[in-house]
């Protein structure tokens, strides 16, 4: 973790210079699209290309055949592995990254147990001496390269090599990194036979959905620019709707890491101040709300952001409300404000001035008594600025800016637009309005 959790102005510049090149007018990916990225693979151009035309596509039985001097088992056979997913390691003995690979190997084989079949495949060297891994779970096969052809058919370069099968024997991922192998197997391990064999089709789907609700968006968020359409009633979803929602991964709790490597630290309900808000105080009702803190004390937490939040702002439309919480910060890392610059009349004079002098699409408040970042994460030592959360429509925080954060903030806000029940209900009743309208109803 970095020091203090501080991030200077400089690397917010940074972050905003990422957050001005993104791509705002485009639909994200889903789920599963999200899934398949988020496992880091090895290797790039021509042959990285190779591999990655060979995913989820059927890998050949007769590979196999390549590979001699069985241990632990028989050669196999497509019907060995039928319905299992299977880790293919390529290793060489006596190299340090080798040995490791087979204590993952071992590791994985006895976490899956009747799941997995693990394959480890020994180069042509000094496969004699080498010392062979014995079957854990009775699932972990070793077998010998003997002439280099298994690895030149599959594209391996330096061992170790990390290739996953999934249960209908498509080649899922080719070339892994040894930091997603785990992820990699725990995914499809998760995954059944039929959706394996779908894999193609799922994602078809999911991309042709994504994009006919990214049209419908696009089209209400437009309709919304030319017809100004009302606050309508619509049935608040209940606790137990918003409990039973999948919401993006929260970021790993560090303390509770070692024993239990999924721990996340407990999401909370944020309250954002109720009076004060520029230009006025906006609807929260079946609207996820994107909050970032800022102190007119360091331009660098606001003076280039506001302008890529009003972007975002016009892109998301109805279903998110950015607000720009301004807060009475001591200082940023190890510099100190001094007692003027905190001073509450000082600052309110300066969020007047900025509110004033500008023009924004996005939603102002100060919030100089307390700090809705230290509510979520009550833990950190330090000021990060803009620190980022993503909330929900009943206004728990799904997403918050974190070292262990697992998945990017406006991935995750995508995601909690997509099943935000508060949003869902909203947006239904508006498509009903509109549709209404404009038969002149």
């Known amino acids: 973790m970095r020091s203090g959790r501080a991030v200077a102005t400089i690397a917010c510049l940074s972050l905003l210079a990422g957050l001005a090149q993104a791509q705002i007018e485009a639909p994200q990916l889903g789920p599963i699209a999200k899934a398949e990225k988020s ?162 089709g799922r994602l078809s789907d999911e991309a042709a959905g994504i994009l006919k609700d990214f049209k419908k968006s696009q089209a209400i968020n437009s309709a919304g620019t030319f017809v100004e359409i009302p606050e309508l009633p619509f049935p608040a979803p209940s606790e137990s709707d918003y409990n039973n929602v999948k919401w993006p991964p929260r970021p790993a709790d560090e303390n509770k890491l070692q024993q239990d490597p999924r721990a996340e630290l407990p999401s909370k309900q944020i309250p954002l101040p109720s009076t004060g808000w520029y230009p006025s105080k906006p609807e929260l009702k079946g609207r996820a709300v994107m909050v970032y803190e800022w102190t007119p004390n360091a331009s660098g937490s606001f003076d280039q952001l ?65 700090e809705p970042y230290k509510i979520i994460n009550a833990d950190s030592a330090g000021t990060i600025l803009p620190a980022f959360m993503m909330l929900s429509s009943d206004g728990w925080c799904r997403w918050w800016q974190h070292d262990q954060a697992k998945v990017n903030g406006f991935a995750a806000l995508d995601e909690i637009i997509k099943k935000d029940p508060g949003i869902i209900a909203r947006r239904k009743v508006e498509e009903e309005w509109l549709k209404a309208h404009k038969a002149g109803k």
């Not at 506001?306 to 972007?311: A, G, L, R, S, T």
């Open 306 to 370: 506001m302008p890529i939040m009003d972007n975002y702002q016009r892109k998301y439309g109805r279903d998110v409300v950015i607000v720009g919480v301004m807060c009475n910060f001591e200082g940023i890392g190890t510099g100190k404000f001094t007692p003027e610059q905190r001073d509450p009349k000082r600052l309110m004079e300066r969020f007047d001035d900025i509110c004033r002098t500008r023009k924004f699409e996005h939603y102002l408040v100060p919030s100089l008594d307390s």
């Open 39 to 200: 496992i880091s693979r090895e290797g790039e151009g021509p042959r990285r290309a190779t591999l990655d035309a060979r995913e989820r596509k059927a890998f050949d039985p007769a590979t196999w055949s390549k590979l001699s001097d069985w241990q632990n088992g028989k050669g196999l056979t497509s019907t060995d592995t039928a319905g299992k997913v299977v880790l293919i390691v390529t290793w060489t003995d006596y190299l340090p990254t080798g040995r490791k690979a087979v204590q993952t190997a071992t590791r994985i084989a006895d976490k899956h147990k009747d799941n997995i079949v693990v394959v480890m495949a020994h180069s042509q060297q000094d496969w004699t001496n080498a010392a062979k891994p014995k079957a854990g779970a009775g699932n972990l096969l070793v077998a010998h390269d003997a002439k280099g052809e298994f690895r030149s058919t599959i594209s391996a370069d330096l061992d170790p090599d990390f290739y996953v099968l999934d249960r209908a024997g498509n080649l899922r991922y080719a070339d892994v990194t040894a930091e997603s192998v785990d992820a990699a197997v725990d995914q499809l391990v998760a995954e059944s036979k039929d959706d394996a064999a779908n894999i193609n």
